[in-house]
C-alpha cells in the first residue's frame, strides 16, 4: 500500500475539516451519471418531431409525440420498442430524463439492443398543441392517464402505433417492447401492459400514480370512479401477467387527499409478489410477474428515475 507523505496527510485531514455540510448528499440529490450524458464518439440517433396528432379515442383533444430513431437504423431488423409517456419532459436536452441521450449511450455500447422510441405528451383540450407549455403537463392528462380503463391503450395500440409504423419499422414481441413514464404517467404505462401484455410485456414506473386521482365524482351522490389504488386488489385476484416490471419511489413522495405515493408504490410491489407466491402455491401454471425496484429518499421527481434509468434498460434488456 502507498503512504501519504506527512505534508499531503496533513492536508488531506485539513480538507476533511473544512469541507462544508452542504457538499455531503442530501436527500433527493441524484445527479445524472455519465449514460445520461452525451458522451463523445457516440453518434446519436435523430429525434424527430414534435408531430400533431389527433385521436379518435378522445375527441376535442390534441397531443404531440416524438420519434427517436436509433443510429444505423434497418428497418429489415426491426429494433426494440421503447414508448414514454410525458414525450416533452422525457425528450428535453436539459430536463432530468433525457432519454434519448440515454439510448443514444446504451445502444453505442452495446448494452441494449437497437430501439425505436416513441415519446408522447397527453392530450389538450384544443385544436392546436399551444406552444407556450414547455415542460408543463397539458390540461386532458389525468383523464387519460390516471383512468383505468381501455382508452388510453386503445389510442396507442389501434391509432398511434399503426401511424408511426407507416414510416419506420419495430419489432412486434412484446420481450422486446417497453412502456414507461413517471407519476401519472407511470400509472398509464401500467395500465397499458396489464390490459395488454401481448402487446408491451416491460413496464418503467418512476414515481407511479397509484393512488386515487382518477377517482372523480360526476355528481354529489355519484360513487367515485375506479382508481389507482384498486391496482394491488385487482393485481392480488388475477393470474399473474408475463410482465416485467421496474418500480422507483422515494420516501419523501407526495401524501394527500389522493393517497401516500410511497406507500401505493410498496402495495405495488407487495402484491405482485403475492401474486406470484400464489399461483406457485396453488401450482397454477403460466408466467409469474418479473419485479425489480429501487426506494429512495426522493420527492415527486424525475430525478432519482433519471439516474437509474440507465440501469433499468440493461435490466429490461441487457445483453450478456
Known amino acids: 500500500?502507498?503512504?501519504?507523505?506527512?505534508?499531503?496527510?496533513?492536508?488531506?485531514?485539513?480538507?476533511?475539516?473544512?469541507?462544508p455540510a452542504a457538499a455531503q448528499r442530501q436527500p433527493g440529490d441524484y445527479p445524472p451519471g455519465r449514460d445520461s450524458q452525451v458522451q463523445p464518439g457516440v453518434a446519436p440517433g435523430e429525434l424527430l418531431?414534435?408531430?400533431?396528432?389527433?385521436?379518435?379515442?378522445?375527441?376535442?383533444?390534441?397531443?404531440?409525440?416524438?420519434?427517436?430513431?436509433?443510429?444505423?437504423y434497418d428497418p429489415a431488423s426491426p429494433p426494440n420498442l421503447l414508448v414514454f409517456q410525458d414525450g416533452q419532459r422525457a425528450t428535453h436536452p436539459d430536463g432530468s430524463l433525457r432519454v434519448p441521450v440515454v439510448l443514444d449511450n446504451l445502444i453505442a455500447a452495446g448494452a441494449i439492443p437497437p430501439t425505436l422510441g416513441l415519446f408522447v405528451t397527453p392530450g389538450n383540450l384544443s385544436r392546436r398543441y399551444p406552444d407556450n407549455l414547455g415542460m408543463e403537463n397539458p390540461d386532458h392528462r389525468w383523464q387519460e392517464y390516471d383512468e383505468?380503463?381501455?382508452?388510453?391503450?386503445?389510442l396507442l395500440l389501434d391509432e398511434l402505433l399503426p401511424e408511426v409504423r407507416r414510416q419506420w419499422a419495430f419489432t412486434d414481441d412484446p420481450a422486446r417492447r417497453a412502456i414507461g413514464g413517471t407519476?401519472?404517467?407511470?400509472?398509464?404505462?401500467?395500465?397499458?401492459?396489464?390490459?395488454?401484455?401481448?402487446?408491451?410485456?416491460n413496464v418503467i414506473s418512476f414515481v407511479g400514480s397509484?393512488?386515487?386521482?382518477?377517482a372523480q365524482e360526476a355528481g354529489p351522490a355519484a360513487a367515485p370512479l375506479p382508481a389507482g389504488d384498486l391496482y394491488p386488489r385487482l393485481i392480488r385476484h388475477t393470474p399473474?401477467?408475463?410482465?416485467?416490471?421496474?418500480?422507483?419511489d422515494g420516501s419523501a413522495d407526495l401524501d394527500n387527499e389522493h393517497g401516500n405515493w410511497f406507500l401505493a408504490n410498496q402495495q405495488m410491489l407487495a402484491a405482485m409478489e403475492y401474486a406470484n407466491r400464489a399461483a406457485d402455491e396453488a401450482g397454477l401454471p403460466g408466467p409469474r410477474y418479473q419485479v425489480a425496484h429501487e426506494w429512495g429518499d426522493g420527492a415527486h421527481s424525475d430525478a432519482h428515475g433519471s439516474a437509474i434509468l440507465p440501469d433499468v434498460l440493461r435490466w429490461l434488456w441487457g445483453t450478456p
Open 210 to 214: 397509484y393512488v386515487a386521482i382518477a
Open 240 to 248: 399473474p401477467r408475463p410482465l416485467k416490471v421496474f418500480l422507483q
Open 1 to 19: 500500500m502507498r503512504l501519504l507523505s506527512p505534508a499531503i496527510a496533513a492536508l488531506v485531514a485539513l480538507a476533511l475539516i473544512v469541507t
Open 183 to 201: 407519476s401519472s404517467g407511470a400509472i398509464a404505462a401500467f395500465t397499458v401492459a396489464f390490459r395488454h401484455p401481448e402487446a408491451f410485456g
Open 49 to 72: 418531431g414534435p408531430f400533431e396528432f389527433h385521436a379518435a379515442a378522445f375527441p376535442g383533444t390534441v397531443r404531440r409525440y416524438w420519434v427517436y430513431v436509433p443510429n444505423g
Open 148 to 154: 383505468l380503463d381501455d382508452d388510453y391503450s386503445r
